[in-house]
Structure formats: C-alpha cells, structure tokens
C-alpha cells in the first residue's frame, strides 16, 4: 500500500485528488490544510466510501515549524511517503502592479513557493532513504506566460516551475520522479480567494465559456500516478478548450 501526501486538500484540485485517490485504492492518505472542520469532514467520508487509511493534518504552509510539527506527529504506518502532491496554493488579487498589494505578494511567494519547498524538504530525505518517489507540483498556466495584473501570481508559478526542473535534476540519481501540471482556468475556490471573498468578481472570471473543474485536474494526476516505473511526466498542460492561452479566451 502506497502513501501519497496531499497538500491543500480542504477544496478544489487537493479534494478531488484525494477522493481519486481513495478510489483508485492502494493509496493511504495524508491530507493538509487549514481548515480543521473541512479537513475532519473529508476524512469520515473517505473512510466511509473507500475505506481509506487516513490522516488528517492542519497547519498553514507558510509556517515551517508548523509544518515540521505536523510531519513530526504523522504516525509510523505512513512515513513512507512515496508521492507528494504540492498543491496548497493562490491568487491574491489581480491589479495592474501599481496599484497592488504588498501583503498580497507576501501570501502567494510564501504560500505557492517557500511553503512548497518547506513541505518538500521535510519529504524528500525519506525519499532519498528508499531511493524512490514521484513529486508533483500544482504549477500553472501562469508559470508560462505571464498576463496581465497578475505578475507576482505568475512569479510564483514559475519559480515552481524552475524548483520542478531543479528537483528532477537533483533527485534523479536517487530514483524520485518529479513531474508537474500546468492548468488554465478551473473553477474551484480559486477565484473567490483571488478576489478577497467576491463571489460576484469570481463568477465573472468564467462568464461565456465552460472552465476545467477539479475532476480534470484529478484525471490528470491520475494519469501521472499510474505510469509503468520507467516512465516520468515532465509536465502536463491543460486548458479549457475555449482557452487559448492565459490571455485570449473565447467567450460565447
Ligand atoms: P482552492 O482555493 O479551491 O484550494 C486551495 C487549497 O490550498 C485549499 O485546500 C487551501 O486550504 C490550501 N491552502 C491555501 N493556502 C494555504 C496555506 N497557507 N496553508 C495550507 N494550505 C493552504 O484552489 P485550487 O484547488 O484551484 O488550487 C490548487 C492549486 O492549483 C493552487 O496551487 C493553484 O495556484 C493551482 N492552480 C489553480 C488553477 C485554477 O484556475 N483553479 C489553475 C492553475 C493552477 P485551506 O484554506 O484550508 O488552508
Ligand atoms: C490559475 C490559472 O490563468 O487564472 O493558475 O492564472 S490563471
């Protein structure tokens, strides 16, 4: 039985990917985030539907004694981590840069790039002690191209992607697949959390066109989690199929 952890599990891509997962079967689970009702709420029913061994913890990535406390507290049965799925991430606002938040860049560079490398640092050791893993890394279209009012956001993405390639380069000696995917526009909580709570602001960024949903993102990784041995994915990019690129979509 593999043990696949979870970051930002309580929404969107983090959820689905922990119910596919579970159903998939031959996974135990290690689900984070901050939210403790949610995270509690997730794990009676994975173990309700699936069976799923389960464990649950609830710390804030930005916070790297948190998240040494949280892996310090993992029981024994799941140490073996043999996928990370660094997920935990967002948007914070989407102003011309001017006009932007300072506080706003301090929460997507401190979530979205050094709470990745907290939690990969804390993961990677146990990796290198049995000589195998696979890492994926929830980058983004914006770790490709750079759009408007969204410079700090798409910062962040590509340095996910320049750790993705740096790691792969670095780990591949010891038998760790480091892969990464790259979405467009998927409605989750994302656009609620960019506009500070604006639901009426988020409903917009989807107006005219039919986005990806988290089960795209959850077929994806599992495409990714069920290559033979000898195969790694660098990266999967994947689009609503009426967007072209991070700037031009067709809205009907
Ligand atoms: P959601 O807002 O639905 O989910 C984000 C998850 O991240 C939540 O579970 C949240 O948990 C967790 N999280 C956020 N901040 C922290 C923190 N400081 N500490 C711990 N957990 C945290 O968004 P998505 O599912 O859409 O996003 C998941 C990832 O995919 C992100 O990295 C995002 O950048 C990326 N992405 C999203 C796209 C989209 O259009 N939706 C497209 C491309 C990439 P909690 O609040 O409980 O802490
Ligand atoms: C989220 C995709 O294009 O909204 O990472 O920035 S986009």
């Known amino acids: 039985m593999k043990t696949a952890l979870i970051t930002g ?8 990917i922990a119910f596919r997962l579970a159903k998939l079967s031959g996974y135990k689970l290690i689900i984070t985030g901050r939210r403790s009702e949610r995270l509690d709420e997730l794990t009676q029913q994975l173990q309700a539907d699936f069976s799923t061994e389960v464990v649950a913890l609830c710390f804030d990535v930005r916070d790297n004694n948190a998240c040494k406390k949280a892996f310090k507290s993992i029981p024994e049965t799941f140490q073996r981590i043999d996928i990370l799925i ?6 914070a606002g989407a102003l011309p840069f001017d006009q932007s938040d300072l506080a706003d860049y301090d929460q997507m560079i401190d979530t979205n790039v050094k709470g ?5 640092k804390l993961v990677v050791p146990g990796m290198i002690a049995q000589q195998s893993g696979l890492i994926i890394n929830l980058s983004s279209i914006a770790g490709i191209e750079v759009y408007p009012n969204g410079s700090v956001y798409c910062a962040s993405k590509h340095a996910v992607n320049a750790i993705t390639k740096g790691l792969r380069i ?9 892969s990464s995917v790259s979405p467009g526009m998927a409605e989750t909580e994302f656009s609620v959390v960019r506009y500070h709570g604006d639901e009426e602001k988020a409903k917009a960024v989807y107006s005219g066109l039919t986005p990806l949903n988290a089960e795209d993102i959850a077929d994806t990784i599992e495409f990714i989690v069920t290559r033979p041995a000898h195969v790694s994915i660098n990266d999967i990019q994947i689009n609503p199929a009426q967007q072209a690129n991070t700037y031009v979509a067709h809205r009907v």
């Open 9 to 16: 599990a309580t929404s969107g891509f983090g959820r689905a």
């Open 86 to 91: 660094n997920n935990a991430g967002l948007a």
């Open 116 to 120: 990745l490398l907290y939690i990969t």
């Open 170 to 178: 670095d780990l591949v000696k010891h038998g760790i697949k480091v």
